[in-house]
C-alpha cells in the first residue's frame, strides 16, 4: 500500500483542486476502503462546487469531497466487529454520534450531537483512492451489484426509497416525478419498484426527459409548460395519487402539489429554495398530505440493496458519464451543466 494519496477539494466558485494527502491509518471501530466508485449529489453541486453555501449539516469543511463513495475494505482498525478485509462496502454519508434518539433508529443524518460528521462535507469523502469511515456506517454491497450502483446507493437511490416508503407507493398509486435528474430517474425506477403502475416526469430540460426515457424511468416525459393539464388529461381528470418534487426548484414543487390527486401524498425531497401557494385550494381543500423526506436510514438502505437485486434494478443504468479521478474537474463541470444523468467518478471497477 501507497504512504500517499490522491484527493479532490472543492474550494468553491467552479474550482476543482488536488492535494496530497497521507493514506490515514484506520482507527478503533474504523475501516479503510480502497475507493472504487465515488459519484457527484446535486447538493455537491448547490452547496459546495458553485459556492460554499451551507450551515450545520450542509457547511463544508474543506475536506476531501464527495459524499457518494462505495469501495472495498483493505484495513481494519482495532475493534470492528462484523466487516473484514475484501468486503465490498457502500458507505452511509452521515456518521453520527451513534447514541442518540436519531442514530438508534438508524437515521443518523438527523443526529444533532456535534459529533456528527458527513462525508465529503465535515470529514473526508470518497474523491480519493482512499476513504476512511466508522464500520457502522458500511452497508454491505453483495453481487451482482457494481461499486458505481454500490456509490448511487449511498444518497440518492437512498432518499427516493425512503421518500416513496414514507408516502407508501404501491401497486394502487401513479406517480409524478417533478425534475427528473439522477434523483427524479432514481425515484421512477424504485417507483416501478415499489409497484407505481404509470411514472408521469416533468423537467425543463429535455435532454434530461429523453435521457429518462431511454433508461425506462418514466412511461410519460412531459416538458413543464402546459404540464399541469397533460398530467390530468393522463389520469382522468383526476392527478396522480403520489407525487415526489426531486427538484427543489418553486414552479415545480408547486406542480407537484397541483398534480396530486384529490387524498393524494406528495413528498419533498429536493433541495433548497422556497415555495408559496394558495394553502385552501392546493392542499387543504384537496386533503393533500405533504412529507419531507431527508436521506434515509442504515436499515433503510440496507433493505434497499436487498429489493434493487430482487427487482433486477441495476442503479447505475441512469449513469450518463464516467469519469477518473484525475478527470474530477471535467465531472464537476458536466455535472453542473444539469443536462445530463448521472456523473461518476470510477476509480476501479473490480
Ligand atoms: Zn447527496
Ligand atoms: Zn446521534
Redesign the pocket.
Known amino acids: 500500500m501507497p504512504n500517499t494519496m490522491k484527493g479532490v477539494v472543492l474550494p468553491g466558485q467552479r474550482r476543482v483542486e488536488f492535494k496530497e494527502y497521507p493514506v490515514p491509518e484506520p482507527g478503533h471501530g474504523q475501516v479503510l476502503i480502497r475507493m472504487k466508485a465515488s459519484s457527484i449529489?446535486g447538493?455537491d453541486i448547490r452547496a459546495i462546487y458553485r459556492e460554499h453555501l451551507g450551515h450545520g449539516p450542509e457547511a463544508y469543511q474543506n475536506v476531501i469531497a464527495g459524499?457518494?463513495p462505495c469501495g472495498q475494505i483493505v484495513k481494519l482498525g482495532p475493534g470492528c466487529v462484523r466487516f473484514a478485509e475484501g468486503d465490498r462496502v457502500i458507505v452511509y454519508h452521515i456518521s453520527g454520534c451513534g447514541v442518540c434518539h436519531d442514530c438508534r433508529q438508524g437515521y443518523m443524518i438527523s443526529c444533532t450531537s456535534p459529533q456528527r460528521a458527513a462525508y465529503g462535507w465535515q470529514r473526508d469523502g470518497g474523491h480519493a483512492d482512499y476513504m476512511l469511515a466508522e464500520e457502522n456506517t458500511c452497508v454491505a454491497l453483495p453481487e451482482p451489484l457494481s461499486y458505481v450502483d454500490g456509490a448511487l446507493i449511498a444518497?440518492?437511490y437512498g432518499t427516493v426509497y425512503e421518500a416513496l416508503r414514507r408516502v407508501k407507493v404501491s401497486g394502487g398509486d401513479r406517480v409524478l416525478v417533478t425534475g427528473v435528474g439522477p434523483v427524479g430517474m432514481a425515484a421512477g425506477l424504485v417507483a416501478k419498484g415499489l409497484g407505481a403502475t404509470q411514472v408521469i416526469g416533468v423537467d425543463i430540460a429535455q435532454p434530461r426527459l429523453d435521457f429518462a426515457m431511454q433508461v425506462g424511468a418514466l412511461d410519460h416525459a412531459l416538458p413543464f409548460d402546459g404540464a399541469l393539464d397533460e398530467i390530468k388529461a393522463l389520469t382522468g381528470g383526476e392527478g396522480c395519487e403520489v407525487s415526489i418534487d426531486c427538484s427543489g426548484a418553486p414552479p415545480a414543487r408547486l406542480l407537484a402539489l397541483q398534480g396530486t390527486r384529490r387524498w393524494g401524498r406528495c413528498a419533498m425531497v429536493g433541495e433548497g429554495s422556497t415555495v408559496d401557494f394558495d394553502v385552501s385550494q392546493t392542499i387543504i381543500h384537496n386533503q393533500i398530505t405533504v412529507y419531507g423526506s431527508w436521506v434515509t436510514s442504515l436499515g433503510h438502505m440496507e433493505d434497499l440493496v436487498e429489493k434493487l437485486i430482487e427487482w433486477k434494478l441495476r442503479p447505475e443504468r441512469i449513469v450518463s458519464d464516467r469519469f477518473t479521478l484525475d478527470q474530477a474537474p471535467e465531472a464537476y463541470r458536466i455535472a453542473d451543466k444539469g443536462q445530463s444523468g448521472k456523473v461518476v467518478i470510477v476509480m476501479d471497477e473490480e
Open positions: 449529489c447538493s459524499h457518494e444518497c440518492g
